[in-house]
């Protein structure tokens, strides 16, 4: 595993690389990376992982300018240079969904396949109700029983967390309320571009998320012009922890086909 | 010494605590009586009156989507005391400015406010507690840069005289700024700023703007109007700090005798109480500190929640946070302060929170108006140097606290996981 920071501009962008073979781009979801997740093995097993940190998540850092995530899909392009990477698979679990989205929208000759796993980043239902529930009004123990098929198993406790973790996980809230407050949690130009990624595209859900909805799913999917849905069972809002390995395999059959 | 009469305009008429989540924010509307709050307003604007003829300034301020200050137009209230009073001083502490969509259009109402008045706007801006962010959909993040900016913007709305002038910024855009009216007073009115940060505090002494802090007792008010103090120094504005470039707000209650005081100043006690506030709006993302945030999930708690917990009237006199007591005790007590503190030239008096009925809330404005004000003002000139202590004893003088108030505890709303402060901390 290696783990390097690449300057992209005047941002310090963490990149974490796992494995070999065909490259995978993965885009966290808004609690950051981690590479003690369990998916991380056996993705990296068939493939070469590369896991960036977003800019103002983990150890990479924020510019002043930066509070869009579009802005995000920009750099990842700038990435994708820098690693000599004319095409590339991609994986975007949430808000990284969101950002592989509008990175196909803006650049679809740059992605072969496109995987979103409960990802956010569209409007497509009524003016008086939100797509996504608020996450930032509802409590903690709410909010991860909307985010985990078994949300007990996977309590955040800080007393078994180090300083430097804390500190991760505070400012990659932080960072996800920058970028998704308002319009919250999509892009409303978004929607309209995204007949430009034609790439084949898997948009996974668990069947338990509490976020990202069954209907939201079918009516993003229905955007792109060649994307079908999956859905993980016993799984919430992120089944890449939840399910790794049912995750891992739905992701693979789909890339190599 | 100049004392300023403030009120939140809370409506009390709530059901009991236990039987809502937050009194912030989510507490639905229907609860509020229009006749009622009718009324009160009615009520409050009458004290604000009675201040004034007792020859205190006045001072109100401005929240949102919440039962403890219904005033989410303070602008429009204070127009409105434009018109009633004559003399006093007029302080907004303040305005919202993160979370103002239009920093011009605030350039513009206090402009307003100022000439309606004849130049008697004294203009404060405040971040805006944390549960002000959900009513206003503002991004907590970057907060302070919004406030800084828009603060920038207004100033150069106010003091722009010759037509139009342009603002390209990072929050705010603007091609052609010329407010009618300019403000009355020239170049503006003068500028408060609201903040319980040392950081804060040390930035608002280099830009010479008053500065005042809410509810921070000894240590805090210390360190954040030496702060204040050391900025100025910084900035170059001269050794000297004039006391009337800092503020600080106290619940004040004085009475008749000590039974009346203290009784009184249970009452006010609402203000600390009252405020049940869920956690994920009294903290919400970038609000604070990433490292204060850590510091909170390692279960530190902020000093306000801790003493919500167990509030007394005797406990809030000792932390400074509260001046009640006969006119004696209440002069020994704000001196007490004073000369821990430093030195400060405004008083920011909460005279009125809850429950306190009009005739009470009259009679401790009269009380200090008359019984403590003037010793206030002789022994504190406007001329005085903020920045020089004397020796303050640990524990207030037994004489200076009220007797009956030691055994009192008053009764705190909701469970204790859940209390927050005024000033936005949780747990």
């Avoid at chain 2, 049940?276 to 604070?288: E, I, T």
């Amino acid at each position: 595993m290696s783990h390097r920071t690449i300057e992209i501009g005047d941002i310090e962008l963490e990149v974490v690389e796992k494995g070999s073979g065909a490259p995978v781009l993965f885009l966290h979801s808004g609690q950051g990376f981690d590479a003690s997740h369990p998916f991380v093995g056996p993705l990296s097993q068939a493939r070469r992982m590369i896991a960036p940190s977003h800019p103002g998540f983990g150890g990479s850092s924020l510019p002043d300018w930066l509070d869009r995530i579009d802005d995000i899909a920009h750099v990842y392009l700038d990435l994708m240079d820098r690693l000599e990477l004319p095409a590339v698979d991609v994986i975007g679990c949430s808000i990284g969904g969101w950002i592989a989205a509008e990175l196909a929208a803006i650049a679809p000759e740059r992605i072969s396949r496109l995987v979103l796993v409960g990802p956010v980043g569209v409007k497509t239902g009524s003016v008086d109700e939100l797509d996504i529930p608020d996450i930032f009004v509802l409590g903690q123990d709410e909010v991860n029983g909307l985010l985990f098929h078994d949300p007990e198993k996977y309590r955040m406790d800080p007393a078994k967390l180090s300083d430097d973790q804390l500190v991760r996980a505070v400012r990659n809230r932080e960072s996800l309320a920058l970028l998704t407050w308002e319009p919250y949690m999509h892009n409303p130009k978004l929607k309209h571009r995204l007949h430009r990624a034609a790439m084949p595209a898997l948009l996974i859900r668990g069947a338990n998320d509490g976020l990202v909805s069954e209907r939201y799913l079918e009516r993003y999917a229905a955007l792109l012009p060649s994307a079908r849905t999956l859905t993980i069972a016993d799984a919430g809002h992120v089944p890449q922890i939840e399910q790794p390995e049912r995750f891992v395999k739905a992701a693979l059959s789909f890339l190599d086909e | 010494m100049r004392a300023w009469h403030f009120s939140e305009n809370a409506y009390p008429f709530l059901p009991p605590a236990d039987e809502y989540p937050s009194i912030r924010v989510t507490l639905p509307n229907r609860l509020y009586d229009p006749e009622k709050g009718a009324a009160l307003y009615d009520r409050f604007l009458d004290e604000w009156l009675i201040a004034e003829d007792e020859g205190m300034e006045i001072m109100l301020n401005e929240h949102h989507q919440t039962a403890t200050c219904v005033d989410p137009a303070a602008p429009l209230v204070m127009a409105a005391l434009a018109r009633l009073t004559t003399k006093a001083r007029l302080l907004i502490l303040g305005n919202p400015i993160a979370n103002r969509r239009q920093p011009v259009r605030v350039a513009e109402e206090m402009a307003l406010v100022d000439i309606m008045s004849r130049g008697r706007v004294e203009a404060g801006f405040v971040r805006g507690v944390p549960y002000e962010i959900s009513p206003a959909n503002s991004n907590p993040a970057r907060m302070n840069e919004r406030f800084q900016e828009a603060l920038e913007l207004i100033v150069k709305a106010w003091t722009s005289r010759d037509g139009p002038v342009s603002h390209e910024g990072r929050f705010f855009h603007h091609r052609n700024i010329n407010i009618w009216p300019p403000p009355y007073q020239n170049p503006h009115p003068p500028i408060w700023i609201s903040t319980t940060s040392t950081g804060g505090a040390k930035q608002i002494g280099r830009q010479g703007y008053v500065q005042a802090t809410f509810l921070t007792g000894f240590e805090n008010t210390r360190k954040i109007f030496e702060s204040y103090r050391a900025g100025w120094r910084e900035a170059g504005r001269g050794d000297d700090v004039p006391i009337d470039r800092l503020a600080y707000a106290a619940l004040v209650y004085v009475g008749d005798n000590e039974a009346d005081a203290v009784a009184g100043a249970e009452k006010l006690m609402w203000y600390i109480t009252a405020n049940k506030v869920l956690p994920q709006f009294a903290n919400p993302p970038g609000y604070v500190p990433i490292q204060a945030n850590v510091q909170m999930l390692r279960g530190a708690e902020h000093p306000l929640s801790a003493f919500a917990k167990a509030a007394s009237v005797e406990k809030a006199i000792e932390a400074g946070i509260m001046m009640a007591g006969t006119p004696d005790q209440v002069y020994q007590q704000f001196k007490r302060h004073y000369e821990y503190v430093g030195g400060y030239g405004q008083l920011l008096i909460m005279g009125q929170a809850g429950f306190l009925e009009h005739d009470d809330t009259v009679r401790g404005i009269r009380n200090f108006a008359r019984e403590v004000y003037p010793r206030l003002r002789e022994e504190y000139p406007d001329t005085a140097i903020s920045g020089t202590f004397a020796d303050v004893a640990p524990e207030p003088p037994r004489d200076a606290v009220p007797s009956s108030a030691a055994t009192k505890q008053s009764a705190t709303n909701g469970d204790s996981e859940e209390t927050a402060t005024p000033l936005g901390s949780v747990r």
